[in-house]
């Protein structure tokens, strides 16, 4: 079974400082696809950033980054400058066959003024 | 992305009824998704609606328990059945879709509590 393990129940960051969000992930798959999703308080699922396993080039939106490492099976996520839009929930996930996705536990972020 | 819309976006239902909530997509979409979100957890899924064949349920999810329908490309309703506490939750749809393939996009949810 797909497994995602995100180890940080809670971070916080000061407005305009830089956060790195962890994740790790167990597949046998060769190409996935991996997600960062945010979960603001109103419970909308966001779309973050999306990083395509057979492409070794980091994704990057804006603020946000990953850095992806196949082998050691690591997607962070990186947010730059940090707004206090950004507090949310942020949930790691992995698509698995058929298109399901296998979702971590969430990482609360507190952006602090 | 798709747009996505659900209803209700809350309820409050006594233990033993149903609820059906409907997801609603403004494009036509191969794949549907439904997910459960327990109070402080993160999503799990619960199954795989296609058009035109039956839903696709996930391990620990029954189709007496949740039925789901689909009967066009842009339309699916999940039904939560004799409801106990312990179905509160937000329930989610999502849809395989837009311009970047194996990507899912999220309705706003329905918060769903049994009392």
């Known amino acids: 079974a797909q497994t995602v393990t995100q180890s940080q129940p809670e971070m916080s960051v000061q407005e305009a400082e830089t956060v790195t969000l962890s994740c790790t992930y167990d597949?046998?798959?060769?190409?996935?696809?991996l997600f960062w999703y945010k979960q603001p308080p109103s419970r909308q699922m966001i779309l973050v950033i999306r990083q395509e396993a057979y492409k070794q080039q980091n994704a990057t939106e804006n603020r946000f980054s990953v850095n992806f490492q196949k082998a050691a099976k690591s997607f962070s996520l990186k947010i730059s400058d940090s707004q206090l839009g950004d507090a949310a929930m942020y949930f790691c996930?992995?698509?698995?066959?058929?298109?399901?996705?296998?979702f971590g536990e969430g990482t609360q972020l507190t952006v602090n003024p | 992305s798709a747009v996505i819309s659900q209803k209700p976006s809350r309820d409050i239902c006594q233990r033993g009824t149903s609820l059906t909530i409907q997801c609603q997509v403004d494009s036509q979409v191969t794949m549907m998704f439904w997910y459960r979100q327990q109070p402080g957890q993160s999503l799990t899924l619960i199954a795989t609606?296609?058009?035109?064949?039956?839903?696709?349920?996930e391990s620990g999810f029954v189709i007496d328990k949740f039925p789901i329908s689909r009967p066009n490309l842009t339309f699916s309703t999940l039904t939560v059945s004799n409801m106990s506490p312990e179905d509160s939750s937000i329930y989610l749809c999502?849809?395989?879709?837009?311009?970047?393939?194996?990507?899912?996009?999220f309705g706003p949810g329905t918060r769903l509590t049994v009392l």
């Open positions: 996930a992995q698509e698995t066959s058929g298109s399901r996705l296998t």
């Open positions: 609606a296609n058009q035109g064949s039956e839903a696709t349920y």
């Open positions: 999502s849809v395989d879709s837009g311009r970047a393939l194996n990507t899912q996009y």
């Open positions: 597949t046998s798959e060769s190409d996935y696809y």
